[in-house]
């Protein structure tokens, strides 16, 4: 997405946080068709995101030279067509294993899979009447959105398609990068959204159910509102409960008019989960693992599990999605760092998955405070529960600020026989953890009600 964007939907996340904190999740959760297409989707609360394709072999480096922004490699370097296509004359990844890439993602507690289809370079990872540019025409022959959506079926993911409409390879996309040799002479924009079209309707009729549409490379000059209303109804009919997001249409107008809609369901935060979460939207925060998307032979800088185990907290306690990416090598092997994340997540989330599956934002509009020097307290919600998320024991009480109703029960998920104590005061129900209690990661306090959640008055 690029920055202008960005900055756009924060704005509007800002003006909704404004009004007040998060709202109940029966507003979010509103009735009609989008609520009901909407509801996996809110629920699964993380996913898988993977980029691969040509820029996956040279991971980065270009004769010898970093590029940069690894799938951005053919732009970076200014490569000319007719040299980076060699790479699909010799793209075959020997330890390509789609079902393995699908058990990382269901055992790190993912609940679906975006795969990058066709990224900006143009090169689809699957058979299309519509070009040669394509798996089926390199040594490896096979079509990996099958295998992926095979997987993903066996193990019980929903199915996305990452799927940019920026294109650097097709004749007729423009504009033509300005360092491009290719003359753009007789190019027909008109003829690459049919082309688009046409590779879409693949996507959409030959894999079963496709359950997410993640567009991109939406920002350049020839993409217009009125194109991404159109491929939105088209998609549409063609899988009436898809899930698009937001990058299907370009940024909304700065003043815009009365009954302006935006195409997509739901908005996209890049590398960064927005201050307040974005009340009153759908939203999914994209992320690395390390600094890269594609594979990355100079980028070892991998988050931790304890990193990676905050992002989602953080995320889903503000109402979001994190979309987690990995960037498989050449060979189609995820990097080793990046499977030691997705199974330290895994282990995290089999103990505590129920305080993030399936919730929804804080009721609280920041973060609890503690004593001095103890990092504040994020909590998710269930109708019936609250989720509050430590960092470390000590650190004082945790008051839930305008809870009036006692308790019905109060347990550290994983570890029950931890006596947390609670107690009413004038502000909210208090809750006092032992000063030294299990070694856990990010331990989680269930704090259960017999009636639904209420705070204030
Ligand atoms: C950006 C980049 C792209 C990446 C995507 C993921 O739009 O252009 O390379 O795939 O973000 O969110």
Not at 290 to 295: A, M, S, V
């Amino acid at each position: 997405m690029d920055r202008r964007d960005f900055l756009l939907h924060c704005a509007g996340g800002a003006a909704a946080a404004a009004l007040g904190a998060h709202p109940a999740p029966e507003a979010v959760a509103a009735p009609g068709p989008r609520g009901d297409r909407m509801a996996w989707w809110r629920e699964a609360r993380f996913g898988m995101f993977i980029h691969f394709g040509l820029y996956s072999g040279p991971g980065g480096e270009w004769h010898g030279t970093p590029t940069g922004s690894h799938e951005w490699m053919r732009h970076n370097a200014r490569i000319p067509d007719d040299e980076y296509r060699r790479l699909a004359d010799a793209f075959a990844p020997a330890a390509l294993d789609a079902d393995a890439w699908v058990r990382a993602a269901r055992d790190a507690g993912q609940r679906y899979v975006v795969l990058t289809t066709k990224h900006h370079e143009g090169f689809a990872l699957f058979h299309s009447d519509v070009s040669r540019y394509t798996t089926a025409h390199t040594p490896l022959r096979r079509d990996v959105c099958a295998e992926v959506a095979r997987a993903c079926r066996a193990h019980g993911l929903e199915l996305g398609w990452y799927y940019s409409i920026m294109d650097w390879h097709h004749p007729d996309y423009l504009p033509r990068r300005e360092w491009e040799s290719r003359d753009a002479t007789g190019a027909d924009f008109a003829r690459y959204v049919a082309f688009m079209k046409a590779q879409l309707h693949e996507l959409l009729t030959r894999y079963g159910d496709v359950a997410v549409l993640w567009f991109d490379g939406q920002w350049e000059s020839t993409w217009t509102h009125a194109a991404a209303l159109e491929l939105e109804a088209y998609c549409r009919r063609l899988m009436p409960g898809v899930i698009i997001n937001d990058r299907i249409d370009v940024a909304p107008p700065a003043a815009p008019p009365p009954g302006y809609r935006r195409a997509g369901d739901y908005v996209t935060p890049e590398l960064t989960v927005p201050e307040r979460g974005l009340p009153g939207q759908d939203w999914e925060t994209c992320m690395t693992m390390n600094r890269n998307w594609g594979y990355a032979k100079d980028d070892p800088d991998f988050k931790s599990v304890p990193t990676l185990v905050k992002l989602l907290v953080e995320t889903a306690s503000k109402g979001g999605n994190l979309l987690l990416n990995v960037g498989p090598d050449g060979d189609g092997r995820i990097p080793p760092p990046s499977l030691e994340g997705l199974a330290g997540m895994g282990a995290w989330l089999r103990t505590n998955g129920r305080a993030i599956h399936g919730t929804v934002a804080s009721p609280f509009a920041a973060p609890l405070p503690r004593a001095a020097g103890a990092a504040p307290v994020r909590v998710t919600r269930r109708e019936r529960a609250l989720h509050l998320f430590l960092e470390t024991w000590e650190g004082g009480p945790v008051v839930l600020p305008g809870v009036r109703e006692a308790p019905r029960s109060v347990r550290v998920l994983g570890a029950e026989g931890t006596p947390v104590a609670w107690a009413r005061t004038p502000d909210g129900i208090a809750l006092t953890m032992p000063e030294r209690g299990p070694d856990l990661l990010v331990p989680v306090v269930e704090v259960a009600f017999a009636s639904p959640v209420r705070v204030g008055s």
